[in-house]
Every structure is written in structure tokens, then in C-alpha cells.
């Protein structure tokens, strides 16, 4: 390699230098130009953008994927620009695992076929969350990076530059200050004019990139929306797969299912009229009367003369036997409630269809 020496030798004189400035300025001992409020208020803005975006940008990683060595060969990918291979989610392996001890155990016997659907959502559920993470990353995470990795890689070369138009300012005002003879002055005056033209200039160019930070901000906060949708949607499925779980293994006989208490609706916040199921949770009982008492007969049933509401849908429900009605979200049905019936259900009525109705699947509405 071709080394300037004379070059090499200057940038050492000027470090030297410009590091004696430093510990004059600390002790208060040389003159230093001072930025206005608004740029330090700027300054201020950006370093706090910075740190909590890297804040956000790791804590987001950890979430998407816990595993650290994970994250550091996926890291190590992409800084390499190669593709990360597919990596099989944990929901995927227990699928795999419990479809395998199906197998081996008698597919079959009830608990095998209990492995099998619970298998089946589990790869459900691990595809769901390949799809959540992949979102994330592209809406989420790359745009973050890109902000710490392009943007603010810029914004801090234009800062240093400017860190060294102002020594190279408060340099030419302390040589003034010790020049005696008239043109060591002149000479003196035409090295701070420039120097302060230098430091306006490049003062204004880093402005105006601290000023982009507002755009950041904005560009990030329609990521974050999106970051919100893609995870609303990657449970709202894992809520659906879990339900129809639920239902088919409530069918299955000899099967043991979690019975919950039966509690109201809460009344909703935004409406004293309406009353929302914010959690629908699939009814441990069938609507049917204790046991002990006659089953409801539901072609004998006639709606009440007062006391019939209407409701909207909430969310799909698969009807799982003749006794119930499917539903469709956000579809308008009638319903009412009949002495004896379990507080979870209501009797609901579509056209000429009539059938019993989960309540955490409907807003009642006034």
C-alpha cells in the first residue's frame, strides 16, 4: 500500500490538537461556540430516537424468536446476504412429536385420536406463527433497521463533520485572539471567516437531517400499526384454531373437557346500550336443561310475547349438533332467553332457522 507519510503525519497533528481543545473545553480553560436551543433540542431528540428504536428493534427480535442462538445465526445470514434457511416452529415440533406417539400408541384408542387433533391445531397454530413472524420482520423490523443501519449512519457522519467545522472555528478565534502583528491579524480573520462559513454550512446540512426525524417518526408509526395488525391477526387465528379444538374434542366420547363458570357478558365501555363478549369462550354445557329434567324440545318452543332482542354476530360458530344454530359474523338474529336455560345460551332465530346460540358469540344490541 502506498502510504502519504506527510498526509498521515498532518491527521496525527490534527487529532493531537483537536484533543487538546477537548480537555481545555472541560476544564474551561478555551472558548467554545455554543449551538441555539432549537439545535440541541434536536440533537437531544435524535439521540433519544436512536437508543429507544434499538431498544425496540432487540426487545421485537426476542419476542419473534426467544432462542439467542437462533438469533445470532440469523443475524450472522444476513449479514453474510444469504437467505435464512426454514426453520421448523415449536408448535410444528410438538405436532410432530404428539402425531408420532399417535402412531405408536394406538391412533385409535382415545387418546390417540385426542393426540391427532391436538396435533392437527398445533401445526395449525406453528404455521400461524411462521406467517406472524415473517410479517413482522418485513412490516416491522427491516424499517428499523434500516433507520439505524442507513439514516442514522448518516446523521452521525454529518455530526462529526460538524464537531470539527466547530473546532476548527473556536481553533481560528483563539489564533486571532494571540495574533500581535497587523498581518498575522489579517491573516487570522481570513482563516476564522472561512472557518465560520464552514461551520454555517455544515450546521445547516445536519439541521436539516435532524429535522428528518419527524418523517422517521411517522414512517414508524404506520409500521407499528402495521406490526399491531399482523399480530391481531396471528391470535384472532390462534383463537379460532383453539375453539374448534375445543369443540371437536368435546364430541369426542370418554374425553375430558375444562368446564368453566358461567358468568354475564360484560356490560360494554362504549355503549350503554350494548353489551359485548370482548372474550367469547366456548360454553362447557349444551344449552341443554340440568340433568334430571325434560331436554329442551326446540319445535315446541315459541318466543316470548316481550323480552326478544336483536344481536349481531360476533364471530363464525359451527353448530354442533341438530339442537344448535350456525352463525355467521355479523349477520342480525333474534334471540331470547327461556325459563331454565343455561345462562351461557340464548335461543336464537334466523328467517325460518331457530336453534340454541352461544351468548359470548353475540353483541346484544338496545
Known amino acids: 500500500?502506498?502510504?502519504?507519510?506527510?498526509?498521515?503525519?498532518?491527521?496525527?497533528?490534527?487529532?493531537?490538537?483537536?484533543?487538546?481543545?477537548?480537555?481545555?473545553?472541560?476544564?474551561?480553560?478555551?472558548?467554545?461556540?455554543?449551538?441555539?436551543?432549537?439545535?440541541?433540542?434536536?440533537?437531544?431528540?435524535?439521540?433519544?430516537?436512536?437508543?429507544?428504536?434499538?431498544?425496540?428493534?432487540?426487545?421485537?427480535?426476542?419476542?419473534?424468536?426467544?432462542?439467542?442462538?437462533?438469533?445470532?445465526?440469523?443475524?450472522?445470514?444476513?449479514?453474510?446476504?444469504?437467505?435464512?434457511?426454514?426453520?421448523?416452529?415449536?408448535?410444528?415440533?410438538?405436532?410432530?412429536?404428539?402425531?408420532?406417539?399417535?402412531?405408536?400408541?394406538?391412533?385409535?384408542?382415545?387418546?390417540?385420536?385426542?393426540?391427532?387433533?391436538?396435533?392437527?391445531?398445533?401445526?395449525?397454530?406453528?404455521?400461524a406463527e411462521r406467517d406472524f413472524i415473517h410479517t413482522a420482520s418485513i412490516n416491522f423490523l427491516t424499517p428499523l433497521r434500516n433507520f439505524l443501519e442507513g439514516d442514522w449512519k448518516t446523521i452521525s457522519k454529518e455530526r462529526r463533520l460538524l464537531q470539527n467545522r466547530r473546532l476548527d472555528l473556536d481553533a481560528c478565534k483563539a489564533r486571532l485572539k494571540k495574533a500581535k502583528a497587523a498581518e498575522a491579524k489579517a491573516a487570522s480573520e481570513q482563516e476564522l471567516r472561512v472557518a465560520q462559513t464552514e461551520f454555517?454550512?455544515?450546521?445547516?446540512?445536519?439541521?436539516?437531517?435532524?429535522?428528518?426525524?419527524?418523517?422517521?417518526?411517522?414512517?414508524?408509526?404506520?409500521?407499528?400499526?402495521?406490526?399491531?395488525?399482523?399480530?391481531?391477526?396471528?391470535?384472532?387465528?390462534?383463537?379460532?384454531?383453539?375453539?374448534?379444538?375445543?369443540?371437536?374434542?368435546?364430541?369426542?366420547?370418554?374425553?375430558?373437557?375444562?368446564?368453566?363458570?358461567?358468568?354475564?357478558?360484560?356490560?360494554?365501555?362504549?355503549?350503554?346500550?350494548?353489551t359485548v363478549a370482548t372474550m367469547p369462550v366456548e360454553p362447557s354445557v349444551a344449552g341443554m336443561a340440568p340433568s334430571g329434567e325434560t331436554a329442551l324440545c326446540l319445535e315446541e318452543v315459541a318466543p316470548p310475547a316481550s323480552g326478544t332482542r336483536k344481536a349481531r354476530v360476533l364471530y363464525d360458530y359451527e353448530a354442533a349438533d341438530s339442537s344448535e344454530l350456525a352463525l355467521l359474523a355479523d349477520e342480525l338474529i333474534t334471540v331470547y332467553s327461556l325459563p331454565g336455560m343455561d345462562p351461557d345460551w340464548l335461543i336464537g332465530e334466523r328467517g325460518n332457522k331457530k336453534g340454541k346460540v352461544p351468548v359470548t358469540y353475540l353483541e346484544l344490541l338496545s
Open 1 to 127: 500500500m502506498d502510504f502519504n507519510m506527510k498526509k498521515l503525519a498532518s491527521d496525527a497533528g490534527i487529532f493531537f490538537t483537536r484533543a487538546v481543545q477537548f480537555t481545555e473545553e472541560k476544564f474551561g480553560q478555551a472558548e467554545k461556540t455554543e449551538l441555539d436551543a432549537h439545535f440541541e433540542n434536536l440533537l437531544a431528540r435524535a439521540d433519544s430516537t436512536k437508543n429507544w428504536t434499538e431498544k425496540i428493534l432487540r426487545q421485537t427480535e426476542v419476542l419473534l424468536q426467544p432462542n439467542p442462538s437462533a438469533r445470532v445465526e440469523e443475524f450472522l445470514y444476513e449479514k453474510l446476504d444469504r437467505k435464512v434457511p426454514s426453520r421448523v416452529t415449536n408448535g410444528e415440533l410438538l405436532a410432530q412429536y404428539m402425531s408420532e406417539a399417535a402412531s405408536e400408541l394406538g391412533p385409535t384408542t382415545p387418546y390417540g385420536k385426542t393426540l391427532i387433533k391436538v396435533a392437527e391445531a398445533e401445526k395449525r397454530l406453528g404455521a
Open 200 to 274: 454555517d454550512r455544515q450546521a445547516e446540512v445536519t439541521r436539516l437531517l435532524l429535522e428528518g426525524i419527524s418523517s422517521t417518526h411517522v414512517n414508524h408509526l404506520r409500521c407499528l400499526h402495521e406490526f399491531v395488525e399482523s399480530q391481531t391477526t396471528y391470535y384472532a387465528q390462534c383463537y379460532r384454531h383453539m375453539l374448534d379444538l375445543q369443540k371437536q374434542l368435546g364430541r369426542f366420547p370418554g374425553t375430558f373437557v375444562g368446564t368453566t363458570e358461567p358468568a354475564s357478558p360484560p356490560l360494554s365501555s362504549t355503549s350503554p346500550t350494548t
